[in-house]
């Protein structure tokens, strides 16, 4: 709607106008899935190589190759959601740093450049030494990489369901969730991992699904005390809403099964448990992140 025109300058101003409907979908959802994994295997890679050298050295080439693929599905689905995509380029030529986006793909481009020169390093120049030297400071940089969306969030105007503190912590606990589980998924094809490693990466699986699983519920609990707009969103996950079942799908498929599973692996020495709970956890997340996502823009901010 115009509301103005000046003639002098040939400057038109218009009248904000609330956009109706979900703004971000599915594709913010992937965006956040294939960035948790492609962060997440860093980090466990991270720590197999320092607590079980020689048998994760095998590792070092395949996870980065992981890392890579999904983290060019995140850039992907982060590039066609602009609504100006073809000038992304802005970001870099005429950056404005006090926007998360910017910050972020600042960050989120020298974590590829790292993530090359680990793959250099292991395929080309084959140096475990280099490899490892470069691995701390990509494993360094992938923790604000994984948390720049929660800024990201937390910019969103009278969104009060995404808080800084809170996402910032599921942010990391979904990485560490699916970068165990894709280490355990991917130790299924190539079996080089000793049982003690792959209690360890069901143990971190285990951990994060449980962590994840009570910051939800204190939000979903507590969460309507503190603001009428959260309680109003979490209408939609509690009252029979339209996101309830999925909500709780994502919820039980994703933390519940998974932290049960690795519970019962352990308890029984059966490491071949771990591998089911890792496929609920990557696929329940997905399901997590989309109701998370979803449900705040559901709510009529007029």
């Known amino acids: 709607m115009v509301h103005e025109s000046l003639a002098a300058t040939h400057a038109i101003v218009t009248l904000d106008v609330a956009l109706p409907g979900v703004v971000w979908g599915w594709i ?6 294939a960035k948790s994994i492609g962060t997440g295997v860093i980090f466990m890679l991270f720590y197999l190589l320092k607590k079980y050298p020689t048998e994760a050295a095998s590792y070092r080439f395949p996870v980065t190759v992981v890392s890579v693929v999904f983290i060019h599905i995140f850039l992907l689905f982060t590039v066609i959601d ?3 995509m073809f000038r992304f380029w802005h970001i870099f030529f005429h950056p ?8 972020g793909a600042w960050m989120a481009t020298l974590f590829v450049g790292l993530l090359f020169l680990l793959l250099y390093a292991s395929f080309i120049k084959k140096d475990n030494a280099l490899f490892d030297k470069v691995l ?16 990201l969030m937390a910019q969103a105007t009278a969104r009060e369901l995404w ?4 996402e910032s912590a599921q942010m990391i606990l979904a990485a560490t969730l699916s ?3 894709t280490i355990l998924i991917m130790d299924t094809f190539m079996n080089k991992l000793s049982d003690a490693a792959k209690r360890d990466m069901g143990i971190i699986l285990a951990f994060s699904a449980l962590s994840a699983f009570v910051l939800y519920m204190a939000e979903l609990v507590f969460g309507p005390m503190k603001a009428e707009e959260v309680a109003a969103v979490l209408q939609y996950v509690t009252n029979g809403g339209e996101y309830q079942t999925m909500f709780w799908i994502g919820q039980v498929t994703a933390f519940i099964v998974p932290f049960v599973l690795v ?20 696929c329940g997340l997905w399901v997590v992140k989309h109701v998370w996502l979803v449900i705040p823009q ?5």
């Not at 404005?96 to 910050?103: K, M, Q």
């Not at 701390?136 to 800024?151: E, G, K, S």
């Open 28 to 33: 913010i959802t992937m965006n956040m899935w």
């Open 82 to 84: 602009l609504h100006q």
């Open 96 to 103: 404005h740093f006090t926007s998360a986006i910017t910050v």
């Open 136 to 151: 701390l400071w990509t494993t360094v940089l992938a923790i604000p990489v994984t948390l720049y969306t929660a800024a």
């Open 163 to 166: 808080q800084m503190p809170t």
């Open 179 to 181: 970068g165990s589980a």
């Open 263 to 282: 519970t019962l692996s352990i308890v029984n020495k059966n490491q071949n448990i771990l591998k089911l709970a890792a496929v609920f956890a990557v």
């Open 298 to 302: 559901l709510l009529s901010m007029s």
